[in-house]
């Protein structure tokens, strides 16, 4: 069955770029969403967005530019920029898979993200 | 949309009943295709969250039937109708309505 993982730095500073990636393995990318998704104490689960697997994205306005997403087919991933990083950026980062006008139905088990110097 | 779950905190014995509510800011229900764009996670501690239930009443696959979901337009139930030990964990409902999905506060369930 599809699996998820998601991979990156554990550690960023402050005001640098968070970047990590998010393997699929066990399916095809074709006809789905590819999401994010991170939590928080303070913030609970938090919707970042989602790419489709041609490359269309979709934001949370909240985290205005700061977010970049791109997806690779030729190699089963899709990426998360988030841009000048603050503590409030601290989290578990989710990657999950989105089928179209559905929930998410397959996540990777996520990756912790501490912003700090 | 925001969505607000109650309460924030149950415990229940063995056994018994749960039931969980969810309440968004405005309807999830898509009027061309009658459904309501609302599923249930579970997360426990540790792991990612779980998909339950999607289209506020369809249980995913290999989900026991003593959860069901309830509800339409703004108010929507998670019911555990005999709870087991397994099933401590928390619990979010989620409109997938909007493009930007939102989530509730979350409920955590415990035994009592």
């Known amino acids: 069955q599809v699996q998820l993982q998601e991979s990156g730095p554990g550690l960023v500073k402050p005001s640098e770029t968070l970047s990590l990636t998010c393997t699929v393995s066990g399916g095809s990318m074709s006809n789905y969403y590819w999401s994010w998704v991170r939590q928080s104490p303070g913030r609970g689960l938090e919707w970042i967005g989602y790419?489709?697997?041609?490359?269309?994205?979709n934001y949370n306005h909240s985290l205005g530019s700061r977010v970049t997403m791109t997806v690779d087919m030729s190699k089963n991933q899709f990426s998360l920029k988030l841009s000048t990083v603050t503590a409030a950026d601290t989290a578990v980062y989710y990657c999950a898979r989105v089928p179209r006008d559905s929930p998410p139905d397959v996540w990777g088990n996520g990756t912790t993200v501490a912003v700090s110097s | 949309i925001v969505m607000t779950q109650s309460p924030d905190f149950l415990a229940v014995s063995v056994g018994e009943r749960a039931t969980i509510n969810c309440k968004s800011s405005?309807?999830?229900?898509?009027?061309?295709?009658?459904?309501?764009?609302l599923a249930w996670y579970q997360q426990k501690p540790g792991q990612p969250p779980k998909l339950l239930i999607s289209?506020?009443?369809t249980r995913e696959s290999g989900v026991p039937d003593r959860f069901s979901g309830n509800g339409s337009g703004t108010d929507f139930t998670l019911t555990i109708s005999s709870l087991q030990a397994e099933d401590v964990a928390v619990y979010y409902c989620?409109?997938?309505?909007?493009?930007?999905?939102?989530f509730g506060q979350g409920t955590k369930l415990e035994i009592k």
């Open positions: 989620q409109q997938y309505y909007s493009t930007l999905y939102t």
């Open positions: 405005q309807s999830v229900f898509y009027s061309s295709n009658k459904k309501d764009f």
């Open positions: 289209w506020a009443s």
């Open positions: 790419i489709s697997y041609r490359g269309t994205a």
